[in-house]
Each structure stands twice: as structure tokens, then as C-alpha cells.
């Protein structure tokens, strides 16, 4: 596919590659497509240069395979939002209004309206244009007489430069089953007639018969039938839309209660810790306090010598003070005799004979304090 045409405009495109490989799939699945750039004018005046496809789509209606003119803009943000799609008839052609298409060319599908950017693709957007499209042609052949331009100029609308394209396929001149009268399809449940009065005879010609005539109320009716379903559409869509908003609303709200149940436990948590904090700082202060007072009477006390400082009340406990420190002692003589072994300051012979004393004398000192305690009644 030559794409030197758009190569320029692609470039402002947000998924240039994506788009390209989207345009290269579709112009190969469909031949009579074509991908070239023109400016796009929307509802509100301004203007676009933007990339379409135009070209006719095969429509199978009633076991006959019609060509359809079409034309597909694709956004400068493609795929995340969904093409505009119109219907471009021929000089010899009239739209037929439908829940599909509208008086003014432009398509509506349940797949452009569920416009997904993730799965959402052109080739499958025009394999549901064939779909609706063989269920309700968007399109019939208007009476040689009778000319109109060759689609709708509303603002909407893309305004070509110059004459209407010469699509490569032909259709034919009256591409579906006619009725008793010549030249029109047969009412369908959505919009019953597809232009207002397209049967203008000059003098002298075709009159139909007067019960196939169609009337002022037809025309009323068709028009009351096309606004009807515009505006349940329209509705149906803004309901979508406000729904969708609201899930939103209710999601938050749901995130923001639960954020809220979350915050007051930790809340709760931390008023907790704050009045235990108050209690252990109270605490610290006594405790400080009293560490302060009994600083202060120490200051004022003379120094005492801690051998008078340690005094027994009877003879029994003096006995049982003296062999506890003297077990003491002998316990760091054996411990000091170990070193001086590792050391080599004393040979074996000697660690052995003095450790065996010293052992000797701690447990004698030990039963010794046994004994005592238990005199004393006091814990073994």
C-alpha cells in the first residue's frame, strides 16, 4: 500500500505504526477501499486534516451481493476512540433512513457505540457494516428525474474539493426488489420512507395506482418515526453514559467509606498508644524524681566504709557472710589458676595440686553455707 499521500498527516497521528497496520489490513481485505487524507469540518466549525477510507463495501441483501459507498475518518487518537462513519451516495442514490444511518449519511452501530481500543479494530468494524447493512440497506436508487446532491453537506460532514470519487466497483442502478412502484423499497419497522415526497413525476407521466399513493401523512409519519428513533437512541446512549458515571460515583464512594473505617481505626490505635504514652512519661517523672531526692540525701550523708556498712545481727549470719566471700575468693583463685596454666607461668604438676586444694576448700565452704541456711531458715 502507497502511503506517500498521508505519510505527512500520519505523523500526528498518537499510534502511527498501529494505525498504518490497520490501514494496510483493511486495504487488503477490501480492494475497493482506499486510504488518502482530506480535512475533516466537525459540528463546531473546526477543521482537521484527518486519514479515511473510502471506497464501496460488498452487501449481501436478499442472495444479491450489492456495492455500498462508504467513507471511514479515522481520529488522530485511533484506536482509543471510535471513527466517524458516513455513507456517501452517488448522484443516483438517496439515503434510506434507518436505525443504522441517518438523514445525514452518518452510521450508528452497536460496535462503534461499544468502541473499545484495546479489541476494537477497523477490519472488524467494516465486517459489521456488511452485517447491519445486509439487514437494512443504508441506501436506493432515487427516479432518473430527480437529483439531489450526491450525499448530505451538513457541517458534520467531510467536504470534498471536487466531484464525487469514481468508486472501482460499479453497483447497480437498482440495486433491490422494486415495488408495485417503480423505483422505491418497501417500508421497513424503523423508518418507513427514506426522503420526504421522492416521487415527482414531470406531466403527463406514471401516475401510481390511488391506493399505492403516498400521502402527506405517510411523509408525517415517516418523519415522527425518524425523530422517534433518534431520540430513543440518543436517550439510550446519555442513559449508558450516566450510568456509567455513576458506577464510577458509587466505586468511589465505596473506596472512600472503607478508606474512611480504616483511617478512624488508626485513629483509634494511636489515641490508644498516645494515652500510654502519658502514662510511662508520668511514670518517668516519678521515677526521676525520686532518683533526684535520694541523690540529694546521699550528697548530704558523710562517706561510710562499705566493710563498716556491711554488719550482720547475729553470729550465725557473720559465719555464713565469711564463707560466702571466701568461697568467692576461691573461686577466682581457680579461675586466675587456669590462666596462669594457659600461660605457662606454672607447670601442670602444680595447677593440678593447688587446684585440687583450692576445690577441697570451696566445697567445704559450701556445705559450710548450706548448713548455715538452713539454721537461719532461710532458702536453700
Known amino acids: 500500500m502507497d502511503d506517500a499521500k498521508y505519510r505527512g498527516c500520519l505523523v500526528h497521528y498518537k499510534y502511527a505504526d498501529l494505525t498504518k497496520r490497520e490501514l494496510y489490513n483493511v486495504v487488503q481485505c477490501w480492494k475497493s477501499l482506499s486510504a488518502s487524507t482530506d480535512k475533516f469540518i466537525f459540528n463546531d466549525g473546526s477543521c482537521k486534516d484527518l486519514i479515511n477510507l473510502e471506497g464501496t463495501i460488498p452487501v449481501i441483501y436478499k442472495s444479491v451481493t450489492y456495492n455500498i459507498p462508504v ?93 464525487v470519487p469514481n468508486f472501482n466497483l460499479p453497483y447497480p442502478t437498482q ?20 426522503a420526504a415526497n421522492p416521487f ?32 430513543r437512541r440518543r436517550m439510550h446512549e446519555q442513559f449508558l453514559q450516566n450510568q456509567a458515571e455513576l458506577d464510577t460515583l458509587r466505586r468511589t464512594q465505596q473506596e472512600l467509606t472503607e ?33 533526684e531526692n535520694s541523690i540529694e540525701k546521699l550528697s548530704e550523708q558523710e562517706s561510710i566504709d562499705p566493710d563498716d556498712a556491711v554488719t550482720t545481727t547475729t553470729p ?22 587456669g590462666e596462669a596454666l594457659r600461660a605457662g ?16 576448700k570451696q566445697f567445704a565452704l559450701r556445705a559450710l553455707m548450706q548448713k548455715c541456711r538452713q539454721k537461719a531458715g532461710l532458702a536453700c
Not at 113 to 134: P, Q
Not at 141 to 158: E, G, H, L, N
Not at 275 to 288: C, G, R, S
Not at 318 to 336: K, R
Request: glycine share 4%; proline share 11%; with cysteine.
Open 259 to 291: 478508606g474512611r473505617v480504616q483511617l478512624d481505626d488508626i485513629l483509634g490505635r494511636l489515641e490508644k498508644e498516645k494515652v500510654e504514652l502519658d502514662k510511662n512519661i508520668t511514670i518517668l517523672k516519678d521515677k526521676e524524681q525520686e532518683l
Open 345 to 360: 607461668v606454672i607447670d601442670l604438676d602444680a595447677f593440678l595440686k593447688q587446684v585440687r586444694a583450692l576445690s577441697r
Open 71 to 163: 467513507c471511514i475518518w479515522l481520529m488522530d487518537t485511533h484506536p482509543d476512540n471510535a471513527p466517524l462513519c458516513f455513507v456517501k451516495p452517488t448522484s443516483d442514490m438517496s439515503i434510506k433512513v434507518s436505525k443504522y444511518v441517518d438523514n445525514n449519511g452518518k452510521i450508528y452501530l452497536p460496535f462503534l457505540h461499544n468502541w473499545n481500543g484495546k479489541n476494537s479494530n477497523l477490519i472488524s468494524l467494516v465486517r459489521n457494516m456488511i452485517t447491519a447493512f445486509g439487514e437494512l440497506p443504508p441506501v436506493y436508487s432515487k427516479p432518473q428525474m430527480q437529483k439531489q446532491p450526491p450525499y448530505p453537506t451538513t457541517s458534520f460532514m467531510p467536504q470534498p474539493g471536487g466531484t
Open 175 to 194: 440495486p433491490y426488489p422494486q415495488p408495485s412502484i417503480p423505483n422505491f423499497y418497501p417500508p421497513n419497522p424503523y423508518q418507513p420512507y427514506a
Open 200 to 231: 415527482q413525476y414531470p406531466p403527463g407521466g406514471y401516475q401510481p395506482q390511488s391506493q399505492n399513493t403516498i400521502t402527506e401523512e405517510h411523509i408525517r409519519a415517516s418523519l415522527y418515526s425518524a425523530v422517534e428513533d433518534k431520540l
Open 316 to 337: 550465725l549470719y557473720n559465719q555464713l557472710f565469711n564463707a560466702f566471700a571466701e568461697e568467692a575468693t576461691t573461686e577466682d583463685a581457680i579461675y586466675y589458676m
